[in-house]
């Protein structure tokens, strides 16, 4: 016997320590299923998008649409090309009421943006454009 404990030809590991190897062991197993499953899974709509939040706006116009998003804090928004192929002009910009606009543009295949503004109780403007067609939205979001 040392330092006056009994061998019972476990770990040491005490009546109440029992089980917890294997419940962490699920809780790991859980957690890389839940990871597995996350990259086997089509790409969620930030994923595919750039901007964090809800999809609020869809603002269509010949060329493309300028999707905006929002969440508790921030307003986002991209220019999306109806037809993705040869680089073209392109342009997104979004400005929050009393703030400046954030401005992406650039000769784009598929997509100008995302571009985030912090947006708590702001309205947005928003203006998006694919070669010679464009949108603006007026403030929204209020």
């Keep these: 016997m040392e330092h006056g404990r009994k061998k019972h030809g476990r770990t040491g590991r005490g009546r109440k320590d029992r089980g917890r190897g294997s419940a962490a062991a699920a809780v790991v197993a859980a957690v890389l299923a ?4 996350g990259l086997l899974a089509a790409p969620s709509a930030q994923a595919a998008s750039g901007c964090a ?3 609020v706006r869809t603002l269509p116009f010949s060329g493309g649409e300028v999707r905006v998003y929002k969440s508790r804090t921030q307003a986002c928004a ?5 037809d993705p192929g040869a680089r073209r002009p392109m342009s997104v910009s979004i400005q929050p009421r009393g703030g400046v606009p ?3 543009a650039g000769q784009f ?3 100008a943006g995302p571009v985030t503004v912090g947006a708590i109780n702001r309205c947005v403007y928003v203006k998006g454009s694919v070669a010679a067609g464009s949108v603006e939205s007026g403030w929204i979001l209020c």
């Design 34 to 37: 839940l990871c597995a499953g």
């Design 53 to 55: 939040g809800q999809l």
């Design 102 to 104: 954030v401005r992406d």
């Design 78 to 82: 991209m220019t999306v090309a109806s």
């Design 109 to 111: 295949t598929r997509y």
